[in-house]
C-alpha cells in the first residue's frame, strides 16, 4: 500500500493568544471507572477522561484557523479542507493512506456486507475512515498543556423516566445506527456507570428492542429489528 504524503503543515503563529481570545486556556480531565468486565480484568478500572465542553463545527474551525494565520482568509481556509476532503475521498479507495505531517494519517477499513462466513466471494464495503495521529502532536500537547483535574459534583438524577430514556436511546439508534455507552450516559444524563447497568438491564430485557453488538471497548448497542 503506497502512502501519499500531503504536506500541510501545522503552523503555529498566535496559537496561545487564539486560545485565550477564543476557548480559554484550560485543560481539564475527569476520574471515570470502567464497569466491571470491560478491559482486562473483571474489575472496574479508572482512567482519566477529557472534560469537553464544545464541539466546534466547521465554521469555527475555519474561524480558529483564520484567527490563528490571518494570512489565509477564511475562503482560502474553506477551500482547502473541501479540498482535502474530496482528495481523501478519491485517493484512499484507491489503496493509498494520506499522511499530514504533524497531525496525523487517515486510511481506510473495510467490512463484509453479507455475513456468511463460507461464501468465496464477498461484497465489501468501507467501514470507518481511521486515523492514527502523529506522535509529535501528541509530544507537542504534553509540552504545553498541564491537565487539571476538574471538580467532581454529585450527579443529579436523570430528568427523564426509565421508558423515556429508553425511547431516547431507540430515536439515537435509529438515526446512528448504534450507541455507545458515553453517548447513552450524555443522552439521559446519567452516571457511566449508571449507564451501563441500565444498559444491560435493557438487553435482558426481550421487550427494550436492544441487543448489545461487540465486546469490551468496542461494545455498543443496536436496534433488535
Excluded at 506522535?135 to 450527579?155: G, H, M, W
Amino acid at each position: 500500500m503506497q502512502v501519499v504524503e500531503c504536506k500541510f503543515q501545522v503552523v503555529q503563529y498566535r496559537l496561545q493568544d487564539v486560545k485565550q481570545k477564543n476557548i480559554g486556556n484550560m485543560a481539564n480531565y475527569v476520574i471515570k471507572e470502567m464497569p466491571a468486565g470491560m478491559g482486562n480484568g473483571s474489575e472496574g478500572k479508572a482512567f482519566p477522561k477529557m472534560q469537553v465542553y464544545t464541539e466546534f463545527d466547521y465554521d469555527k474551525v475555519v474561524e480558529l484557523i483564520n484567527a490563528n494565520s490571518p494570512a489565509f482568509s477564511k475562503a482560502t481556509v474553506r477551500g482547502v479542507l473541501d479540498t482535502l476532503a474530496v482528495v481523501l475521498k478519491s485517493y484512499l479507495p484507491m489503496g493509498h493512506t494520506m499522511k499530514i505531517d504533524n497531525l496525523g494519517v487517515f486510511s481506510l477499513s473495510l467490512e463484509f456486507v453479507d455475513n456468511e462466513t463460507q461464501k468465496k466471494y464477498h461484497h465489501v464495503r468501507v467501514k470507518d475512515v481511521n486515523f492514527k495521529v502523529d506522535r509529535k502532536l501528541v509530544d507537542a500537547i504534553n509540552r504545553e498543556e498541564t491537565f487539571e483535574l476538574t471538580p467532581s459534583t454529585p450527579q443529579q438524577p436523570s430528568p427523564y423516566s426509565p421508558e423515556e430514556r429508553l425511547q431516547r436511546a431507540l430515536q439515537h439508534i435509529d438515526r446512528h445506527g448504534f450507541i455507545t455507552l458515553q453517548e447513552y450516559a450524555n443522552l439521559n444524563s446519567l452516571s457511566y456507570t449508571s449507564a451501563s447497568r441500565e444498559l444491560a438491564k435493557l438487553v435482558i430485557d426481550p421487550n427494550s428492542g436492544i441487543k448489545v453488538k461487540g465486546a469490551a471497548s468496542h461494545k455498543v448497542w443496536v436496534s433488535k429489528k
